[in-house]
C-alpha cells in the first residue's frame, strides 16, 4: 500500500463499528475453518433460517464479496438502504468481478444487476434474516470491542506515531520507505494487485471482530477502508453486561469501581453512567472523582453534560492486568 505524505496526514480511525461490513465478514467467517470461530459457527448453522442462505451464495469465505453488500455506514437501516439503492452500473461490475474469480453466477444474482425486484426481496430478506441471528444477538460485544480496540490504537498512535501504527495492524507487515507492506493484503474496489496506492486520498481504518484474515482494502463513496482483525476477536469478547473487570484490578480499585474505569474506554456521561452500571447519581460522582484523582480518567464539561473517559495511564491499567 503506498502513501504520501498527506496520505499519512489523512489516515483515520472509523468512530463505530460498519454494521454491514460485520455483517458480511460474519457470513464469511460462517464458512472459514478458524478454530478459534467453531463453537460460534455451529451454533449459528443450527439457528440461522434458510431465507438467510442467498448471503452466503455471494460472500464467499476469504470476505470478498460484492463492495455494494458491505457499505461503511454507520447504521444498519442506513447500510441496508444504501445497498438497496446501489446503482445496476455498480452492481453489474461487482458481481463481474466476483465472478471472474471462478464462481458460478446463480440465476437469482445474475438478475440483481437488471434490477429485478424479486432478486432483490430475496435479498433484503436474506441481510434482515442474517442480522437479526448473526449480528443483533452479539452487538453489544461487537461494539465493546470496537470501542477498546479503537482507544489502544489512538493510545498507540499517541506513543508511538502512525508508522509504528499502521505496522501493527497485520502480522509481519513492515515499511519499504512510504508503501506499506501488508503480508499480502487482500484488495478491492479496484483492479486488484500487488500494490495499492492512495494517491492523496487517505485511509480510515476499521477493525473488525468477526474477521481474523488478511486486511481487506475497500473504496467505496466514503473513502478508502482498511479493514483488519481486531486484536480480539468476537468469541474471546466478554458479554459486557455482566461484571468482567479482571480480578486483579478489583482487587485493586473494587468492583464497582473498576467498572466506572472499564466503561469509560469510551466516553460517557455522568447519566450514561448512571443508566448502564445500575448506580445512584451520587455513587458515579464519588467514583469517578476518585478515578479522576488517581489521574486514571478525565471529565469535561459540555453544556450541562459532562463526559468522563479514560486516560493513558487508565488504558495502560486496564491493559495490563491479566483475567
Known sequence: MRFTAEDLL???????????VELTLAVAALQRSDPLFAPW?????????????P???????????????????????????????TPARFV???LRRVHARGTRPLPWTRLLADRDGEAWRILEAAVRAARATMLEPAWDRVRAGFDAERAWRLQQL???????TLAGLAPGARWHGTALELGGADTEGAAEGLEFALDGQGITLLPSVFWTGRPLVGTYPQGTFLVYPAVTP??????PGRPHAPTALVALLGRTR??????LVQPRTSTDLVRELGLAKSSVSEH????RAARLTTAQRDGKAVWHSCTPLGLELLGGFPA
Open 41 to 53: 459457527r455451529r451454533r449459528t448453522v443450527r439457528t440461522l433460517p434458510r431465507s438467510a442462505g
Open 234 to 239: 468476537l468469541p474471546l469478547l466478554d458479554d
Open 158 to 164: 499517541a506513543r508511538q506515531g502512525i508508522r509504528t
Open 288 to 291: 469517578t472523582k476518585a478515578l
Open 55 to 85: 448471503l452466503r451464495e455471494l460472500v464467499p469465505a476469504t470476505g470478498k464479496g460484492p463492495l455494494f453488500l458491505d457499505p461503511p455506514a454507520r447504521g444498519f437501516d442506513e447500510g441496508l438502504d444504501g445497498v438497496l439503492s
Open 258 to 263: 473498576a467498572a466506572v474505569l472499564e466503561c
Open 92 to 94: 453489474r461490475a461487482e
Open 10 to 20: 489523512r489516515v483515520t480511525f472509523a468512530d463505530e463499528p460498519a454494521p454491514m
